[in-house]
């Protein structure tokens, strides 16, 4: 049994209403400064059945619920928290008639907004405690913008590409995966391939801040060095964080 939740984040990216209004059904959130309703799942998680658990597309479960007790009474680590406030507040973004739709995965944007014009970016200020605790704990609050991808389906991706370097204000990217399901830490997520007229490298994207890809875009703009994900071995959460120049606002 897939949840109720799951369902109505599934249902936003084929909608042409609200994605956001409709992704949270009758989920408890709060709105932020945004004006965006976000979900906090920062204790508790959906309700899937033990045979969804680590499925692609499947919900994934709290440590609290894993070790068999009710939110609030065991302690649930942020980076699983992070993967659950990611997962229920990501939708299918959108730059002109541009979406991820097509490459089967949703977005949420945190702080200056990097490419995408949908959705409305999150302020840092609006983030919970324990995702501020984490970027704090790893020294990632040096960045000014993370750009977060959900890939849920095995068919979801994102194509070949390089970093839009007009907007940077330093080249530094730190990319980092978190396992959707918590029995899936020990697995490859995905795999990354750099591209150059050099040759090609290949990445095993695996769980947690100590397996993070980190480059400098704007030395691979210079050495014509592309980067893609083309497939999902497991549902993953992934954190991309840059350092932008600030946005023109009126």
Do not use: W
Not at 17 to 32: N, T, W
Not at 141 to 162: A, P, T
């Amino acid at each position: 049994k897939v949840s109720s939740e799951r369902a109505g984040l599934r249902q936003r990216c084929g909608s042409r209403s609200d994605p956001v209004a409709a992704a949270l059904g009758s989920g408890e959130g709060h709105r932020g400064s945004s004006g965006r309703s976000l979900v906090d799942q920062g204790g508790s998680s959906s309700q899937g059945s033990s045979e969804d658990h680590c499925e692609l597309g499947a919900v994934a479960p709290s440590l609290a619920e894993e070790a068999g007790v009710q939110p609030g009474e065991g302690e649930v680590d942020d980076e699983q928290r992070i993967a659950d406030f990611v997962s229920a507040n990501a939708v299918c973004g959108k730059r002109g008639k541009l979406s991820t739709k097509t490459a089967q995965r949703r977005v949420l944007l945190i702080g200056e907004p990097y490419y995408f014009e949908y959705p409305a970016a999150l302020s840092f200020h609006e983030l919970p405690d324990f995702f501020r605790r984490f970027l704090a704990k790893h020294d990632l609050e040096r960045f000014n913008s993370i750009l977060c991808n959900v890939y849920d389906e095995r068919s979801s991706k994102i194509g070949r590409h390089q970093d839009d370097v007009a907007v940077l204000a330093k080249g530094e990217v730190v990319s980092l995966s978190l396992a959707r399901n918590s029995c899936d830490r020990h697995k490859r997520l995905a795999l990354m391939l750099f591209a150059s007229p050099q040759g090609e490298e290949r990445i095993q994207l695996r769980h947690g801040v100590e397996h993070a890809v980190r480059f400098d875009a704007l030395d691979d703009k210079r050495d014509d060095r592309s980067h893609e994900v083309s497939s999902t071995l497991a549902p993953r959460v992934n954190l991309t964080l840059r350092h932008l120049l600030p946005q023109q606002r009126n």
